[in-house]
């Protein structure tokens, strides 16, 4: 079996439900079939300590991927998904009130890193029905984007980052954790294709 790894984040500011971990404990239920081994966990909407979680997933489980999935609360009916991370610009303060020295992840890091995974293949080759589903360079200079260069820089670019919308009356954890299979099996198969 192929372990792959997905997190959400929990509560912060306004969101005390966040759309990231209903969905993905909603993936989870579904699963990804027989040959997927699928392992959740919810991160803090901390960077010290989200990264801290990102890097024990990598020096210890070693998945095939890792799939990041936050809330973007500037979309109503989005589905954003991510192709790289970005090192410096962290700026805005957690939820525990603090931001990253020097205002970045990785002290000599580079200054982006691009997930293995071809969004834009992705994007082109998939639909769900009710919802849209765009392509993004920037994740924005908080937890999700600092998350996401975390695993990317372990991760070796085996990583993905995608971005839901909050929760409402049409989008609901049962509608994102379906779309989010759909998407990441053929996250998977990409994985497949690139290993061959």
Same mark, same amino acid.
């Given at each position: ?5 997905? +997190? ?6 306004? #969101? ?8 993905? =404990? &909603?993936? +989870? ?6 040959? *997927? $081994? ?12 989200? =990264?801290?979680?990102?890097?024990? *997933? ?16 500037? +979309? !109503? ?7 790289? @991370?970005?090192?410096?610009? #962290?700026? &805005?303060?957690?939820?525990? @009130? ?13 200054? =982006? /890193? &691009?997930?293995? /995974?071809?969004?834009? !293949? ?5 639909? %769900?029905?009710?919802? $849209? ?8 200079? #908080? *937890?999700?984007?600092?998350? #996401?260069?975390? +695993?990317?820089?372990?991760?070796? @670019? ?5 971005? %839901? ?6 989008? !609901?954890?049962?509608?994102? @954790? =379906?779309?989010?299979?759909? *998407?990441?099996?053929?996250?998977? &198969? ?7």
């Amino acid at each position: 079996k192929h372990l792959s790894f997905f +997190s959400g984040f929990g509560p912060f500011r306004q #969101y005390l439900v966040n759309s990231s971990w209903e969905a993905v =404990k &909603e993936l +989870s239920k579904r699963g990804l079939g027989e040959n *997927i $081994d699928l392992q959740i966990m919810q991160l803090p909407v901390a960077y010290q300590k989200a =990264k801290e979680q990102v890097c024990k *997933i990598w020096t210890t489980l070693q998945p095939l991927l890792t799939v990041h999935v936050g809330l973007a609360s500037s +979309s !109503t009916a989005l589905i954003i998904l991510e192709q790289c @991370g970005k090192n410096k610009g #962290y700026q &805005e303060r957690d939820a525990c @009130g603090f931001h990253p020295e020097g205002a970045c992840c990785v002290l000599d890091g580079p200054e =982006k /890193i &691009e997930s293995t /995974i071809n969004m834009k !293949t992705l994007w082109k080759n998939i639909s %769900v029905e009710g919802i $849209d589903i765009t392509l993004s360079r920037d994740a924005g200079r #908080y *937890i999700c984007d600092y998350t #996401y260069y975390t +695993s990317l820089y372990y991760g070796n @670019g085996r990583a993905a980052f995608i971005h %839901v919308p909050p929760l409402s009356e049409s989008v !609901t954890a049962e509608f994102l @954790g =379906k779309a989010l299979q759909t *998407i990441i099996l053929a996250m998977i &198969e990409q994985c497949g294709e690139q290993r061959e």
